[in-house]
């Protein structure tokens, strides 16, 4: 069932639905998710099986505000609380200490707990709509099938799912990749997945250096080594490979920033921006829109060296991984 989110009445009917323990897919700034009250690990459950997601893969609680975010943490640390100042709304999730009587389903178990306040108007409506029914968080991880592309698009969910499903229609996704992750629950703080933010914006905000990833860090959503692939075998190449490749007819299609290689005899070619965001954002959608016209393979240049590609540099190289033998 798809719904314009801006009308009042579909944000009351998702937010009726959320009280209930029923799923509904919304808009964030990032990707659409499919949510679930977090709070109610019956209805969490849900989630996992649609999906086909392993249940101790932790979910994103996302809540309204700061205080909501506190329900649901035994403490917001200080680094935590340095970074929600200022991120928050938008593509940053916190990981902190989970309150122990709450949303243990949505942790995947572990006691600790990823919190996002996110930006996009139709969520921040729905997460306002819900709290006065009770709802103080949404688990949503991204509405797609366990390990595929993520959907920036309202009819991408639909694709996905069966058609009573109610999906929120928000228009296209503005930033088209999932949030940084930020550990902040063992006194330091480690960036376990990046975003759209760059290390320098979110270091500036913590006032030090981030640590480095150790085994000890918690779980936490999109960080296997395999995920994000469309169902396209994709193949990472830099610029000189790929265009020593291009020399023949292929049945594939392509994807490059450089504006310097050949467009060969490829009939399903994108140009990706030059501009990091600019590139997150369409990223997904040109990795579901090739796939839909029958590539076999999805041959895609390397982004750019810089900080600011960390986040497309992430998703692809998780992508391709997902047909490596």
């Given at each position: 069932?798809?719904?314009?989110?801006?009308?009042?009445?579909?944000?009351?009917?998702?937010?009726?639905?959320?009280?209930?323990?029923?799923?509904?897919?919304?808009?964030?700034?990032?990707?659409?998710?499919?949510?679930?009250?977090?709070?109610?690990?019956?209805?969490?459950?849900?989630?996992?099986?649609?999906?086909?997601?392993?249940?101790?893969?932790?979910?994103?609680?996302?809540?309204?505000?700061?205080?909501?975010?506190?329900?649901?943490?035994?403490?917001?640390?200080?680094?935590?609380?340095r970074?929600?100042?200022?991120?928050?709304?938008?593509?940053?999730?916190?990981?902190v200490?989970?309150?122990?009587?709450?949303?243990?389903?949505?942790?995947?178990?572990?006691?600790?707990?990823?919190?996002?306040?996110?930006?996009h108007?139709?969520?921040?409506?729905?997460?306002?709509?819900?709290r006065?029914?009770?709802?103080?968080?949404?688990?949503?991880?991204?509405?797609?099938?366990?390990?595929?592309?993520?959907?920036?698009?309202?009819?991408?969910?639909?694709s996905?799912?069966?058609?009573?499903?109610?999906?929120?229609?928000?228009?296209?996704?503005?930033?088209?990749?999932?949030?940084?992750?930020?550990?902040?629950?063992?006194?330091?703080?480690?960036?376990?997945?990046?975003?759209?933010?760059?290390?320098?914006?979110?270091?500036?905000?913590?006032?030090?250096?981030?640590?480095?990833?150790?085994?000890?860090?918690?779980?936490?959503?999109?960080?296997?080594?395999?995920?994000?692939?469309?169902?396209?075998?994709?193949?990472?190449?830099?610029?000189?490979?790929?265009?020593?490749?291009?020399?023949?007819?292929?049945?594939?299609?392509?994807?490059?920033?450089?504006?310097?290689?050949?467009?060969?005899?490829?009939?399903?070619?994108?140009?990706?921006?030059?501009?990091?965001?600019?590139?997150?954002q369409?990223?997904?959608?040109?990795?579901?829109?090739?796939?839909?016209?029958?590539?076999?393979?999805?041959?895609?240049e390397?982004?750019?060296?810089?900080?600011?590609?960390?986040?497309?540099?992430?998703?692809?190289?998780?992508?391709?991984?997902?047909?490596?033998a």
């Open positions: 069932m798809l719904l314009n989110g801006v009308d009042p009445r579909a944000i009351a009917l998702a937010a009726a639905r959320l009280a209930a323990g029923e799923l509904v897919a919304l808009p964030t700034e990032t990707v659409y998710g499919l949510g679930a009250r977090a709070d109610d690990d019956v209805a969490v459950a849900k989630i996992f099986a649609a999906k086909g997601r392993p249940a101790d893969h932790p979910l994103i609680v996302h809540v309204l505000d700061a205080a909501d975010a506190a329900c649901f943490s035994t403490e917001l640390p200080l680094l935590a609380k970074l929600m100042a200022a991120f928050w709304p938008g593509p940053l999730t916190v990981i200490p989970r309150a122990p009587a709450i949303a243990a389903a949505a942790a995947g178990g572990q006691n600790s707990i990823g919190l996002r306040c996110p930006a108007p139709v969520a921040r409506a729905l997460l306002a709509a819900a006065e029914q009770g709802v103080l968080g949404v688990a949503a991880p991204s509405a797609n099938r366990f390990g595929r592309v993520s959907p920036t698009q309202a009819q991408h969910v639909v996905e799912f069966d058609a009573d499903l109610l999906v929120l229609d928000g228009g296209e996704c503005a930033v088209g990749i999932e949030s940084s992750i930020v550990d902040c629950s063992r006194g330091g703080a480690v960036l376990l997945r990046p975003g759209v933010l760059t290390v320098a914006q979110i270091e500036a905000a913590l006032g030090q250096t981030l640590q480095a990833p150790d085994a000890q860090a918690p779980r936490a959503s999109g960080t296997l080594a395999a995920h994000y692939a469309p169902r396209a075998t994709v193949r990472l190449y830099s610029a000189v490979d790929l265009a020593g490749r291009l020399t023949r007819p292929l049945p594939l299609g392509l994807a490059v920033y450089s504006r310097t290689v050949a467009a060969a005899q490829v009939g399903l070619r994108r140009q990706m921006p030059a501009d990091a965001l600019a590139a997150a369409q990223l997904f959608a040109v990795l579901r829109e090739l796939d839909a016209a029958g590539a076999q393979e999805i041959w895609i390397l982004p750019p060296l810089g900080n600011q590609w960390d986040g497309v540099r992430d998703r692809l190289t998780r992508a391709a991984a997902a047909f490596e």
